[in-house]
């Protein structure tokens, strides 16, 4: 029986951030994280891209155009508040379902690393305060799926 698990080193990867910036004042702390994470884990700055969208809803448009350009990972990061419409729930649902299609194609891991809030405050805590740092969560997911695909891609 032989077992397969992505190896946790950015060493040689090369890897794209989609960054919502609707709600910067929490999501800037996703990419820090993110960043920080990479850096941890041996990648090069020079090997991490940050492309940066008006809000979640153009998100998964990105990540298509950027799935055949030579990326190991794509992390998509943003933060979705809670309003007092339902424009949170069109928001949060489709970009999510969207990215979740773009990632089952498998051709790279694409990594969901939005958060969902109920308020500012929650937000806040969730991108660095005191939940950890879901940016710096995605980017440790993003490399390790990146090291399995590669694996699955020598077989």
Do not use: W
């Not at 990972?73 to 489709?94: K, M, Q, W």
């Amino acid at each position: 029986m032989n077992f397969y698990e992505g190896k946790l080193t950015a060493k040689n990867l090369k890897i794209a951030i989609v960054y919502s910036k609707f709600n910067s004042f929490a999501g800037d702390r996703l990419i820090d994280g993110a960043k920080n994470a990479f850096l941890q884990l041996e990648g090069k700055e020079e090997n991490l891209d940050v492309f940066k969208v008006p809000g979640s809803y153009e998100t998964p448009g990105v990540v298509r155009k950027l799935l055949e350009k030579g990326y190991d990972a794509i992390v998509c990061l943003g933060v979705i508040i809670r309003g007092d419409t339902p424009h949170f729930e069109y928001v949060a649902s489709n970009s999510s379902k969207a990215i979740m299609e773009l990632s089952a194609m498998g051709k790279i891991p694409v990594v969901y690393g939005l958060i969902t809030a109920d308020d500012l405050d929650q937000a806040i805590q969730r991108s660095g305060a005191k939940s950890g740092n879901k940016g710096y969560d995605a980017m440790m997911t993003a490399v390790e799926m990146a090291n399995l695909y590669s694996q699955i891609d020598k077989k």
